[in-house]
Structure formats: C-alpha cells, structure tokens
C-alpha cells in the first residue's frame, strides 16, 4: 500500500521559514518524480515544485522560484521542500504527490500526471 505523509507545517510569520517532509512507503521511490502542490481557502489546487527521480532537475512556479528549494533523499525515501521568505499568499494546504514508476529523468507540474497523493500539511503565514 502507497502512503506519502507530509510534515513540517505550521504557523509562521511572514519572512519566516519552513521545511516540509514527504516520507514515501510502499512504492520504489527512486523510480518516482515528485512534486508539491498547494491550495489555499477557496482556491483551486496549483503547483508549487517537482523533482525528477534522481533529483536532478527541478522546477518551480513562479510565485515561488527563489524563495522554495525541492529536494529527495531516496536513501530516506522523502522529498523535502525548504521555503524561505514566506509570505501571507503562501498560507495553503501543501500536498506531496508521487509519479511513477517512469525511467525518464524529468519532473512533471500538472496535477492529472500523479498517481498517489498525501493527506497535505497546512501551511499559514501571518503578516
């Protein structure tokens, strides 16, 4: 059975940081792209980052590009997502999402291409 668990949310202020944790089981997870996504209240789900299988490419949306750093460490099978500089609109609910198995290494940013998804972390950054 697939299980992605995020953790790392919270309340932060906004300027703050914080590290969210994707720990993947039961999927061969170094056969997997990942990636995040986010949705805040009354707002459609959107992407905010994935990473290939070997973790080398990466992508980002704008909205977060330089302040949001993805990351995986198969050995531990988790993605991690480090955000910095947060800010009020970055208050959501993040999700972790698993695509696979695939042996391209690319990174995949819209929401239909992943197969399993996590339960989401909430994220809220006051002003």
């Known amino acids: 059975q697939v299980q992605l668990v995020e953790s790392g949310g919270g309340l932060v202020q906004a300027g703050g940081s914080l590290r969210l944790s994707c720990a993947a089981s039961?999927?061969?997870?170094?056969?997997?792209?990942m990636g995040w996504f986010r949705q805040a209240p009354g707002k459609e789900r959107e992407f905010v980052s994935a990473?290939?299988?070997?973790?080398?490419?990466?992508g980002y949306a704008d909205s977060v590009k330089g302040r949001f750093t993805i990351s995986r460490d198969n050995s531990e099978k988790t993605v991690y997502l480090q955000m910095n500089s947060l800010k009020p609109e970055d208050t959501a609910v993040y999700y972790c999402?698993?695509?696979?198995?695939?042996?391209?290494?690319?990174?995949?940013?819209?929401?239909?291409?992943?197969?399993?998804w996590g339960r989401g972390t909430q994220v809220t950054v006051s002003s």
């Open positions: 990473i290939s299988q070997s973790g080398g490419n990466t």
């Open positions: 039961g999927l061969p997870f170094s056969l997997y792209a």
């Open positions: 999402a698993a695509k696979g198995p695939i042996w391209g290494g690319i990174y995949y940013y819209r929401e239909y291409e992943y197969n399993y």
